[in-house]
């Protein structure tokens, strides 16, 4: 059974740095895209980051230049960067690894909570 663990999210001040990271247990053929969401409470799940299999990444346009999505292919991990965080942006993250070919599959992790104080 695979499962995602995320780590990294907490508590922070405004303007503050945090880094998540996302690594699958169990072995997993290689991901061709993985990508970090976030959901506020009441809100619907929006997607924060995107990185592809040969390295092109996809931002919101309201994190472009703060935040930086990473990964690293030997361990199937995938990494955000967030810098000057926010209040608006305490959310539980998530991610999320999917690949496209056989054999196919799509891995959300469970979430970690990142709350920005003011």
């Known amino acids: 059974q695979v499962r995602l663990e995320e780590s990294g999210g907490g508590l922070v001040q405004a303007g503050g740095s945090l880094r998540l990271s996302c690594a699958a247990s169990?072995?997993?053929?290689?991901?061709?895209?993985a990508g970090w969401y976030r959901q506020a409470t009441g809100r619907q799940r929006e997607l924060v980051a995107i990185?592809?299999?040969?390295?092109?990444?996809d931002y919101a346009g309201s994190v472009k230049g703060r935040f930086t999505i990473s990964r690293e292919n030997t361990k199937n991990a995938v990494f955000l960067q967030m810098n000057s965080l926010l209040p608006e942006e305490t959310a539980v993250y998530y991610c999320?690894?999917?690949?496209?070919?056989?054999?196919?599959?799509?891995?959300w992790g469970q979430g970690t909570q990142v709350t920005v104080s003011s």
């Open positions: 169990g072995f997993v053929f290689g991901f061709n895209v």
């Open positions: 999320d690894l999917k690949r496209t070919s056989s054999p196919a599959y799509d891995y």
């Open positions: 990185i592809t299999g040969g390295g092109s990444t």
